[in-house]
T-cell receptor, first 114, second 112 residues
Framework: DTAVSQTPKYLVTQMGNDKSIKCEQN?????MYWYKQDSKKFLKIMFS???????INETVPNRFSPKSPDKAHLNLHINSLELGDSAVYFC?????????????FGPGTRLLVL | AQSVTQPDIHITVSEGASLELRCNYS??????LFWYVQSPGQGLQLLLK????DTLVQGIKGFEAEFKRSQSSFNLRKPSVHWSDAAEYFC??????????WGLGTSLAVNP
């Protein structure tokens, strides 16, 4: 019973391609997040949705576009991939958008851009 | 500005030894404080959190943390480390703009 799942787990692609990462949570949470973790393990929030509404939109290139078809799903589409996009992307969810809430993380998607 | 500092980038301990991972934060109000663990190749998992009340918080896997307001610290401790505790540990503070402010992490290695 995976709580937060991401697909694919690994993604290897060429520069300039467009790719998507999918995330689903079965916890009944209202809030979902996308994080980027670089090679030094630094975690950076990218986006957050609460009940399908975008509530956090950090300084991220507009090549990155999140989409939340319903509150259980948050997908991330990346256009024109660049070498610097290589990282691990984590999806997470929480019951609400409060800073007091525990976030539950997916296993990550390891993206390598060649 | 809100920030979280984990002064130790990398720590190595022997199995069975005690462990303390340091975390200092900068935040104006009473903080929401978290420790997460990331095992190799995995996502992050909550170890424990503090909002209010008893300043000594118990978590999973035998971990505890103590909130010290005077020192702006929330250090993580374990009395006896197991080899399976080798992982990356992240301290975070919940900010008033719905984001978690993350530390840079401490990598723990455990010698047999």
């Amino acid at each position: 019973d995976t709580a937060v799942s991401q697909t694919p787990k690994y993604l290897v692609t060429q520069m300039g391609n467009d790719k998507s990462i999918k995330c689903e949570q079965n916890l009944g949470h209202d809030t979902m997040y996308w994080y980027k973790q670089d090679s030094k393990k630094f975690l950076k929030i990218m986006f957050s949705y609460n009940n399908k509404e975008l509530i956090i939109n950090e300084t991220v290139p507009n090549r990155f576009s999140p989409k939340s078809p319903d509150k259980a799903h948050l997908n991330l589409h990346i256009n024109s991939l660049e070498l610097g996009d290589s990282a691990v992307y984590f999806c997470a969810s929480s019951q609400e958008s409060s800073p007091a809430e525990t976030q539950y993380f997916g296993p990550g998607t390891r993206l390598l851009v060649l | 500005a809100q920030s979280v500092t984990q002064p130790d980038i990398h720590i190595t301990v022997s199995e069975g030894a005690s462990l303390e991972l340091r975390c200092n934060y900068s935040y104006g109000a009473t903080p929401y404080l978290f420790w997460y663990v990331q095992s190799p190749g995995q996502g992050l998992q909550l170890l424990l959190k503090y909002f209010s009340g008893d300043t000594l918080v118990q978590g999973i896997k035998g971990f505890e943390a103590e909130f010290k307001r005077s020192q702006s610290s929330f250090n993580l401790r374990k009395p006896s480390v197991h080899w399976s505790d080798a992982a990356e540990y992240f301290c975070a503070v919940g900010s008033n703009n719905r984001k978690l402010i993350w530390g840079l992490g401490t990598s723990l290695a455990v010698n047999p």
